[in-house]
């Protein structure tokens, strides 16, 4: 079964810039939509960016303006998540969540998989 895999992750300081990209471990026919989640230790994931195939977007109010979230599909990348302006408050666990049809056969079908990957860490430092 196709997975999904974050990068882009790192250590960045106050004010600058990250592009995080999901990944699937093998081709994906098509892609419904795609969520951004982050997650802090004793928190609750939260949603931070949605996309679906349209292209229509939905950002929580602290990504508004600073996170731009696309559908990409080529070498396996799902989606990107663009992060530039960035505050110490934005370090946390970011994951992707995708709802796709791995092959031609699903899509037709209108079966969905929903997929999470496992996250990559995003620290912002003062």
């Known amino acids: 079964q196709v997975q999904l895999v974050e990068s882009g992750g790192g250590l960045v300081e106050f004010g600058g810039s990250l592009t995080l990209s999901c990944r699937g471990s093998?081709?994906?026919?098509?892609?419904?939509?795609v969520a951004w989640y982050r997650q802090t230790p004793g928190n609750q994931r939260e949603l931070v960016a949605s996309?679906?195939?349209?292209?229509?977007?939905?950002y929580a109010e602290s990504a508004k303006g600073r996170f731009t979230a696309s559908i990409d599909n080529t070498e396996n990348v799902v989606a990107s998540l663009s992060m530039s302006k960035l505050e110490p408050e934005d370090t946390a666990v970011y994951l992707c969540y995708a709802a796709l049809a791995p092959s031609y056969y699903d899509y037709s079908q209108r079966h969905q998989t929903h997929l999470w990957g496992k996250g990559t860490q995003v620290t912002v430092s003062t």
């Open positions: 996309i679906a195939a349209d292209g229509s977007t939905n």
């Open positions: 093998e081709s994906i026919y098509w892609i419904y939509s």
